[in-house]
C-alpha cells in the first residue's frame, strides 16, 4: 500500500494557472502508474492525467495542451500544473497510484480547486 497527500489546492480566477502535488510515502520508482482524477459537484470522478513508471504520460481530451502531469523522483512527489484554467475545472482533485498493472490502487484524501470568473 501507498499513503497519499495532495497540497496546493485553492481559488484562482479563469485563466490562471495553478499547481497541485501529491506526495508518496514510498518512492515513486516502486509504483507503476500515478495519475490525477477529478470530480465536480453533482458528478462521477473522472480521470485527468496519468503517468506511467516509465514516464510516458496521457491526459483527458478536455485538459490536452492545458494540463502536465509530471514527476520529482528524489521528493516522491507527483505534480499537476494547470494552465488556461476555466470554470469546468472546478473540482475535488485526487491523486491515485498503482503498485502493480493489476492492484486497485490507493486514493489520497483529495484537494479542492475553485475556477471563478
Known amino acids: 500500500q501507498v499513503q497519499l497527500t495532495e497540497s496546493g489546492g485553492g481559488s484562482v480566477q479563469a485563466g490562471g494557472s495553478l499547481r497541485i502535488s501529491c506526495t508518496t510515502s514510498?518512492?515513486?520508482?516502486?509504483?507503476?502508474?500515478m495519475a490525477w482524477y477529478r470530480q465536480a459537484p453533482g458528478k462521477e470522478r473522472e480521470f485527468v492525467a496519468r503517468?506511467?513508471?516509465?514516464?510516458?504520460?496521457d491526459y483527458a481530451d478536455s485538459v490536452k495542451g492545458r494540463f502536465t502531469i509530471s514527476r520529482d523522483m528524489r521528493k516522491n512527489t507527483l505534480s499537476l500544473q494547470m494552465n488556461s484554467l476555466g470554470d469546468e475545472d472546478t473540482a475535488v482533485y485526487y491523486c491515485?497510484?498503482?503498485?502493480?498493472?493489476?492492484?486497485?490502487?490507493?486514493w489520497g484524501q483529495g484537494t479542492q480547486v475553485t475556477v471563478s470568473s
Open positions: 503517468i506511467s513508471g516509465g514516464g510516458w504520460t
Open positions: 514510498r518512492s515513486i520508482l516502486s509504483i507503476h502508474t
Open positions: 491515485h497510484a498503482r503498485l502493480t498493472s493489476n492492484s486497485p490502487g490507493s
